[in-house]
């Protein structure tokens, strides 16, 4: 499969353990937030996503958490599974001017061991 | 089936040959963008397109060209590749509009190198 990222954070868990991937935003302003899941030679893949005025949003088997005052975004996998093992990336966007713009962070590479 | 389609998925090509790579989607989303990803670097854009005949620049647009002349396509266009041009390049499209956040659906990639 595709490279996406030869230096990426790992996270490694044990299959049935909680994950939980973090996320720093740098952009106070952002209006939202997404996580998305790539794995090995795929597109990335949405996941969730967050408006900037909650503070915590469920989905199947994830939550996402946020913490405007230290501007910090976590990604809470329960009973982590083999095919949750891909990289996830956190993007925050923004409705400016008619537009709407979203940055993606780095990534992070989830490693689930049986 | 609800897809975003791109091609070709591999492609070599030499300095200064132009090249185009593809984008379709079938689902009738008005918002349409173009990535690179690079190692380290996550997906960085290069253009977007709100709607049929508006696009505007990403992040990285320097060296690449668009063009949203349907709804369903939104090619990318290399005038003339260089070597830093070597990337994974994805295609997405989103029902979004400007105010709703961008769920959006990636295409499968395309691998191009410059040599």
């Known amino acids: 499969g595709e490279s996406v990222g030869l230096h990426l954070p790992t996270l490694s868990v044990q299959e049935g353990d909680n994950s939980i991937i973090n996320c720093a935003y740098s952009?106070?302003?952002?209006?939202?937030f997404i996580w998305y899941k790539q794995e090995s030679g795929k597109g990335p893949q949405f996941i969730i996503d967050i408006r900037s005025n909650m503070d915590k949003r469920q989905g199947q088997r994830v939550t996402v958490l946020l913490n405007k005052t230290v501007k910090h975004l976590s990604l809470q996998i329960a009973a982590t599974q083999p095919g949750d093992s891909a990289v996830y990336f956190c993007a925050e966007g923004l409705f400016s001017g008619g537009y709407n713009k979203l940055i993606f962070g780095a990534g992070t590479r989830l490693a689930v061991h049986p | 089936e609800a897809q975003v389609t791109q091609n070709p998925r591999y492609l070599i090509t030499v300095t200064g040959k132009k090249l185009t790579v593809t984008c379709s989607q079938n689902?009738?989303?008005?918002?349409m963008s173009w990535y690179r990803q690079d190692p380290g670097l996550g997906l960085r854009q290069i253009y977007y397109s709100m709607n049929v005949e508006v696009t505007d620049k990403g992040d990285v647009p320097e060296g690449y060209k668009v063009s949203r002349k349907e709804k369903r396509n939104f090619p990318l266009i290399l005038e003339s590749p260089s070597p830093n041009q070597t990337s994974l390049y994805f295609c997405?499209?989103?029902?979004?509009?400007?105010?709703?956040?961008?769920?959006?659906?990636f295409g499968p990639g395309t691998r191009l190198t410059v040599t």
């Open positions: 997405a499209s989103s029902l979004a509009g400007t105010a709703d956040p961008l769920e959006q659906y």
């Open positions: 952009n106070s302003a952002s209006d939202y």
């Open positions: 689902m009738n989303h008005e918002y």
